[in-house]
């Protein structure tokens, strides 16, 4: 089964508007930690936000959000007030167990592009 | 700056021959890890090194596929008798503790003609 799934293989969005980027995650691990990056076009991949799996508040970094439903096994990027330098792939990845996991699990990515 | 750095940025070569890509990861960083991006696909895992030692080389594909980090710091990723299915960008990062996240290197982008 896959570790990681992302739903969405391309996704649009009006400038200024939020936008949700869905990811599922596979695991019984109890400790584990989720991530979002953003690849642009120039292919490096950017960190932006992390959720810990007992971290008891969503994460927020800036413009992301993290919508995590730990019973749903979701795990959302929202990015509010879409700006066109947003346009990239995101990728959401996953490492258990938190501590000692060795293996970052990505999933196959979103594209997202900013209108205008 | 300094983050992770990759040499070459590209690499062409030609079936059969060896390649070896250079990692270069963030001052301090112990743990080291290797994946592979191939074209419409997100990074799949290679292998990762806690100081000098491989801790994981689950993720290598097979035999012709070798990383070394003799003194914990620079890596290198070696590919023996290359064939057109290890095109690919090539990805480094690097992570300084067990609950950080990890950095990323800008790839070497290699194609086996």
């Known amino acids: 089964a896959q570790k990681i799934t992302q739903t969405q293989p391309g996704m649009f969005v009006q400038e200024k508007e939020a936008v949700t980027l869905d990811c599922t995650y596979d695991?019984?691990?109890?400790?584990?930690?989720l991530f979002w990056y953003k690849q642009p076009s120039s292919g490096e991949m950017i960190f932006l936000i992390y959720q810990g799996s007992y971290d008891q508040q969503n994460a927020t970094e800036g413009r992301y959000s993290l919508n995590f439903q730990k019973a749903r096994k979701s795990a959302n990027l929202v990015i509010s007030a879409s700006q066109l330098g947003d346009s990239a792939m995101y990728f959401c990845a996953m490492r258990e167990p938190l501590n000692t996991g060795n293996q970052f699990y990505f999933g196959t990515g979103t594209s997202l592009t900013v209108i205008p | 700056g300094a983050g992770v750095s990759q040499t070459p940025s590209n690499k062409v070569t030609e079936k059969g021959k060896y390649v070896e890509l250079r990692c270069d990861p963030i001052s301090g960083h112990t743990a080291l890890y290797w994946y592979r991006q191939s074209l419409g696909q997100g990074p799949e895992f290679l292998i990762y090194?806690?100081?000098?030692?491989?801790?994981?080389d689950s993720g290598l594909p097979n035999d012709r596929f070798f990383a070394v980090r003799p003194e914990g710091s620079v890596s290198t990723l070696k590919i023996q008798r290359t064939e057109r299915g290890d095109s690919a960008v090539y990805l480094c990062?690097?992570?300084?503790?067990?609950?950080?996240?990890?950095?990323f290197g800008p790839g070497t982008r290699l194609t086996v003609l």
């Open positions: 695991t019984s691990d109890p400790s584990y930690g």
């Open positions: 990062a690097s992570r300084l503790g067990p609950y950080n996240e990890q950095f």
């Open positions: 090194f806690q100081g000098t030692g491989a801790a994981d």
